[in-house]
C-alpha cells in the first residue's frame, strides 16, 4: 500500500483566517514533503522533513508554518495568506529522503 | 544546474493510438528518473521510474528507457485508452541537493486527450 492521505479536500480561507492542512501516512516513510501546484504548472518544492526534522525551506514566506508531530503526521499551517496562494498542496512522503516520493491527492485552497 | 524538458502538448491522439512523449534531461552525475501522471482533479501518482542508464520501467502499458548516451527518458504506449487522458510530468532526483535530501525537478508536464 503506497497510499498518502490529505484532509481537507478543499478549503476556502480569507486573508486573515488560520486554517491547517493535514497529510498522514502509514507506510513507515521516514521523510515528507509539501509542494504547491498551481494550474497548468509542475508542482513545487516547498518542505521536506527527513526524521521528523525540517531538512529544507525552499525560502517559503513565514505564513506558511509547516509541523512534523510524528512520523506519520505532517502539517501547514496557513495564515494570513494571499489570494496568489491559492493552490493545489500536495504532501508526499517517501521511505527515506533518497527514494521514490509518493504523493497524496492534494488540498485545493482559495484564498479570497 | 539541473533540468528536465518535456515536449509541449497538449497531445491529442485517437484511441489506439500510439504515444510518445519526449523528455531530455540535464544532470550531472546519474540520477533517478520518473514519469509521474496527473488525472484531472488529482494529486500526482508514480507511473514508472528508472534509476541507472539502460533500465526500462514499465506499468500499465507505458514503458520508458533511460538512455544516458542521449540523456532521455521517453514515454511510450502501444495503445492509448480515454481513460489515459492526463497530464504528464517527468521528472529527475536532483543528486545535488545536499546529502541527504531528496528534491525533485519537474518538467512542464504534457497533457494528453485521448478521444474515442
Known amino acids: 500500500d503506497t497510499e498518502v492521505t490529505q484532509t481537507p479536500k478543499h478549503l476556502v480561507m480569507g486573508m486573515t483566517n488560520k486554517k491547517s492542512l493535514k497529510c498522514e501516512q502509514h507506510m513507515g516513510h521516514r521523510a515528507m514533503y509539501w509542494y504547491k501546484q498551481k494550474a497548468k504548472k509542475p508542482p513545487e518544492l516547498m518542505f521536506v522533513y527527513s526524521y521528523e526534522k525540517l531538512s529544507i525551506n525552499e525560502s517559503v514566506p513565514s505564513r506558511f508554518s509547516p509541523e512534523c508531530p510524528n512520523s506519520s503526521l505532517l502539517n501547514l499551517h496557513l495564515h494570513a495568506l494571499q489570494p496568489e496562494d491559492s493552490a493545489l498542496y500536495l504532501c508526499?512522503?517517501?521511505?527515506?529522503?533518497?527514494?521514490?516520493?509518493?504523493f497524496g491527492p492534494g488540498t485545493r485552497l482559495l484564498v479570497l | 544546474g539541473n533540468s528536465v524538458t518535456q515536449m509541449e502538448g497538449p497531445v491529442t491522439l485517437s484511441e489506439e493510438a500510439f504515444l510518445t512523449i519526449n523528455c531530455t534531461y540535464t544532470?550531472?552525475?546519474?540520477?533517478?528518473l520518473f514519469w509521474y501522471v496527473q488525472y484531472p482533479g488529482e494529486g500526482l501518482q508514480l507511473l514508472l521510474k528508472a534509476t541507472k542508464a539502460d533500465d526500462k520501467g514499465s506499468n500499465k502499458g507505458f514503458e520508458a528507457t533511460y538512455r544516458k548516451e542521449t540523456t532521455s527518458f521517453h514515454l511510450e504506449k502501444g495503445s492509448v485508452q480515454v481513460s489515459d487522458s492526463a497530464v504528464y510530468f517527468c521528472a529527475l532526483r536532483d543528486m545535488n541537493y545536499g546529502g541527504a535530501t531528496n528534491k525533485l525537478i519537474f518538467g512542464t508536464g504534457t497533457l494528453l486527450a485521448v478521444q474515442p
Open positions: 508526499a512522503s517517501s521511505p527515506y529522503s533518497k527514494e521514490t516520493q509518493y
Open positions: 544532470a550531472t552525475g546519474y540520477p533517478s
